[in-house]
């Protein structure tokens, strides 16, 4: 009888030969679903797409901020505004603005779920489905565009597009997390602007009007861009009639459902409690 061993204090219980011992190594790189050489992120890109206004545009962004990593996140937005997702031409773009390394920049672009790494279409259709819109029909609505966009029997998933990417009509569908609106549930957004009180039949409605060109109003706030014109918006940068358009960002962006609250409270002249304020501990100096 060969020895095992003791494990877990003293006890021969899960003793005997590992996991291991048991098989030989395994090659990681031959099972992965990704290829080898996409793991290597040294390659140079082709940056020609970044054209000269693309460089103006990312040095007045850095020109912003004291320290010039600052300005990744609206960088990142620019690249979107130029290629419709972040590539990885789009990483060494940043990285070489930035001064960081492409290992740096993938890290928050893969982070944050606003950075697409697959070509959005025309229009970004991002329908809530977390738990209060979800119960209202936000699951319904998403099954039902799936469906709706999808062609030859097979729905469009999530971060998937109908129609060319990028091209005039096409829609990319994502369901999104809570998009801070539950007091108008369900909600969509349409490259961010707000669709509220959505049932499935409207959902549909408002996909098909995008599909033929048309640009329905949002429920409130800005007039609806492209995702792409969206992105450039994002990075910092506004129509050259800038007093017109800011006349219609600046419209009215709170519902009626959202002031309620405040509103009964005015009407009752109810207030809350002033807020203490103890005096702040010392800091120790450093």
């Known amino acids: 009888m060969s020895s095992t061993g003791s494990t877990y204090g003293g006890s021969s219980v899960g003793a005997g ?23 290597v992120t040294d390659t140079a890109e082709d940056l020609s797409v970044f054209d000269g206004l693309t460089v103006e545009r990312a040095q007045a962004i850095i020109a912003r901020y004291p320290q010039a990593r600052s300005a990744l996140l609206p960088m990142l937005h620019l690249v979107q505004s130029v290629e419709g997702r972040v590539s990885q031409a789009g990483i060494q773009f940043c990285a070489l603005q930035l001064n960081l390394s492409a290992a740096e920049v993938s890290a928050v672009a893969t982070f944050y779920t606003m950075y697409k790494r697959k070509t959005c279409g025309e229009h970004l259709v991002s329908v809530c489905t977390n738990t209060l819109c979800a119960v209202l029909g936000g699951d ?28 005039p009509g096409s829609i990319t569908l994502e369901h999104a997390e809570c998009l801070a609106a539950c007091d108008l549930g369900p909600v969509i957004q349409v490259n961010y602007e707000f669709y509220d009180n959505q049932t499935p039949e409207k959902a549909v409605e408002l996909v ?21 014109t969206a992105e450039l918006e994002l990075a910092g940068f506004w129509p050259e009639d800038e007093p017109g358009y800011r006349a219609t960002v600046d419209g009215p962006s709170a519902a009626v459902e959202t002031l309620r609250g405040a509103k009964l409270a005015e009407d009752r002249g109810w207030t809350a409690p002033a807020m203490p304020n103890p005096p702040l501990p010392e800091v120790e100096k450093k």
Do not use: C, W
């Not at 031959?30 to 050489?37: C, G, I, L, M, Y």
């Not at 009007?209 to 609806?224: D, S, V």
């Open 140 to 167: 319904e609505i998403y099954k039902k565009l799936g469906e709706h966009l999808g062609a030859g029997g097979k729905r469009v998933g999530h971060n998937e597009t109908a129609g060319e990417p990028g091209a």
């Open 17 to 39: 030969r590992t996991h291991q011992a048991s098989v030989g190594d395994t090659d990681v790189l031959a099972v992965s679903p990704v290829e080898a050489e996409h793991l």
């Open 208 to 228: 098909d009007a995008l599909r033929r060109g048309e640009k329905p109003a949002p429920t409130r706030g800005a007039p609806l861009r492209d995702f792409r």
